[in-house]
């Protein structure tokens, strides 16, 4: 089992930015990537940011250049920094975690982004 709690959420206007925290407890050796998801009201959730062994990196292409994923090895801790928010970056952000083909999921904080 892989145990993953957000943090760092919030509202902010457009323009502004947050930086969300994923701490990441348990099973952390069989974690093969991480990823930061968003689901907005009425809309399905959506990768975000993706990280993989190897350095591996990815992002959606609605926020590259704004959304930078990165972690803390040492404080078992991965991170999503975003810039340049806009309205439609509101959703609640989720930590994910895989295992091979096992998801693990946080419980979601909350952005929103005013005009």
């Known amino acids: 089992q892989v145990q993953l709690a957000e943090s760092g959420g919030g509202s902010v206007q457009a323009g502004g930015s947050l930086r969300l925290s994923c701490q990441v407890s348990g099973r952390i050796s069989e974690i093969n990537a991480m990823a930061w998801y968003r689901e907005a009201p009425g809309k399905q959730r959506e990768m975000v940011a993706e990280m993989r062994s190897g350095d591996y990196v990815h992002y959606r292409d609605s926020v590259k250049g704004r959304f930078t994923i990165s972690r803390d090895n040492a404080k078992n801790t991965v991170y999503l920094q975003m810039s340049s928010l806009e309205p439609e970056d509101t959703a609640v952000y989720y930590c994910?975690?895989?295992?091979?083909?096992?998801?693990?999921w946080g419980q979601g904080a909350q952005v929103t982004v005013s005009s």
């Open positions: 994910n975690a895989r295992t091979g083909d096992i998801y693990f």
